[in-house]
């Protein structure tokens, strides 16, 4: 019996790791990391400059509604809000326009809505990026619907 107890303790002995074996498993996670992940969080970016615009076409075409149906677009003072709930007077708002809350930008920034535009369009539908400052490059640039 005694040799079958030594042989047990031999085999839970071996069965476990060195100190060594989980540093340098650690160490190669690590570098796997530093390889991956400026990758993975450059992807990221691109997608957040993806989704912002969609959303603004988003607006864009529910603001279009909005002008279908009340005949003007909503003032800068209204602003995107009137795309949810009915700017007071107004009595042939068919809304709302959007399913959800006007949505933040993917950085959590309020879009900034103009009208009249200052651009070649009737009004200005604007993401200040990443930075939330105007101007920019990458994704701190900024991105609008002209």
């Keep these: 019996m005694r040799g079958r107890t030594h042989e047990a303790a031999k085999i839970a002995r071996s069965g476990g790791f060195t100190l060594l074996e989980l540093l340098v498993v650690m160490v190669i ?3 796997l990391a530093g390889f991956v ?3 993975y969080f450059s992807q990221v970016g691109k997608s957040r400059v993806k989704a912002a615009s969609a959303q603004i076409d988003a607006l864009d075409k529910a603001l279009e ?3 279908i149906d009340a005949g003007r677009l ?3 003072e ?15 708002w068919e809304g709302p326009y959007l399913k ?11 879009y900034v809505y ?11 539908l604007i993401s200040y990026g990443r930075d939330g400052q105007p101007g920019g490059t990458g994704e701190d640039a900024d991105l609008a619907n002209w």
């Excluded at 209204?78 to 042939?92: D, I, K, Q, S």
């Excluded at 959800?100 to 309020?110: E, L, T």
């Excluded at 103009?114 to 200005?124: I, K, M, W």
Aim: neutral net charge; proline residues 16%; glycine residues 10%.
């Design 74 to 76: 909503p003032t800068t």
């Design 100 to 110: 959800k809350s006007v949505p933040r930008d993917p950085w959590g920034h309020p």
């Design 114 to 124: 103009v009208q009249p535009g200052t651009h070649q369009n009737d009004f200005d």
């Design 65 to 67: 509604q909005f002008r």
């Design 78 to 92: 209204e602003g995107l809000a009137a795309l949810n709930a009915a700017p007071p007077g107004m009595t042939n």
């Design 37 to 39: 992940a400026p990758r």
């Design 29 to 31: 996670i690590g570098l």
